[in-house]
């Protein structure tokens, strides 16, 4: 199954500023997806980020909060943008699928201040 | 809406028990998986058990799908203190390729 490389592993942010995280493949994916668990929380699917057109969101979630890039089949970004308190999270992103499960990035864990 | 909604449990035993947890689901699935995440880390996928197969087994784990009754058990025999993670169940729909993941189980193997 793939590894993925993801950083930075943390971050201590300030309201209204923006973080980019990165997510590195190392093999071709079709998929790849973008998590969010709040503190003490289960995962909450953010959206799909899809090669070579724009992610799909899912319900609650907005492309101009959560901006995502995936110009490629082995890398993928997640913004979260003018953060707010409230945008504390662990963010993890996630690729693969089929008989092996998902494999998933060792996540981010943001605190906004 | 989220599916694989197991009851979020917290569960203290000693090395050696077993550990049993439970998961449900609402919707028709294509299958469903079971991860460990150590500390607010990454996910560890555990095992995949497919929408007709009814038990499965991986090293200590074994894992079983009612479909009529919607949901799934895992379970961890011989536990030992590095099993203590949070265990999440996940559901794959038909047709959908994303993930939805239940509330979780916080396991405490004490040595």
């Known amino acids: 199954s793939a590894v993925i490389s993801q950083k930075p592993s943390r971050d201590i942010c300030q309201r209204g500023t923006s973080l980019t995280i990165q997510c590195q493949v190392d093999?071709?994916?079709?998929?790849m997806f973008w998590y969010r668990q709040q503190p003490g929380q289960s995962l909450t699917l953010i959206a799909t980020?899809?090669?070579?057109?724009?992610?799909?969101?899912e319900s609650g979630f907005v492309i101009d909060k959560f901006p995502i890039s995936r110009p490629n089949l082995t890398f993928s970004t997640l913004t979260v943008s003018n953060m707010s308190p409230e945008d504390s999270s662990i963010y993890l992103c996630?690729?693969?699928?089929?008989?092996?499960?998902?494999?998933f990035g060792s996540g981010t864990r943001l605190t906004v201040v | 809406s989220q599916q694989g909604e197991e009851d979020p449990q917290a569960l203290s035993i000693q090395e050696g028990e077993n550990a049993t947890m439970n998961c449900s689901y609402k919707?028709?699935?294509?299958?469903l998986q079971w991860y460990r995440q150590n500390s607010g880390r990454g996910l560890v996928h555990l095992i995949l058990i497919r929408s007709n197969e009814r038990e499965k087994h991986s090293g200590r784990l074994r894992v079983t799908l009612d479909t009529s009754k919607k949901s799934s058990s895992l379970l961890i025999t011989a536990s030992r203190a590095a099993d203590t993670a949070s265990y999440f169940c996940?559901?794959?729909?038909?047709?959908?390729?994303?993930?939805?993941f239940g509330k979780g189980n916080q396991v405490v193997v004490i040595p």
């Open positions: 996940a559901t794959d729909r038909a047709g959908n390729n994303r993930l939805a």
């Open positions: 093999s071709q994916v079709t998929m």
């Open positions: 919707t028709s699935i294509n299958n």
């Open positions: 996630s690729a693969g699928g089929g008989s092996y499960g998902y494999t």
């Open positions: 980020a899809n090669q070579g057109s724009e992610a799909t969101y």
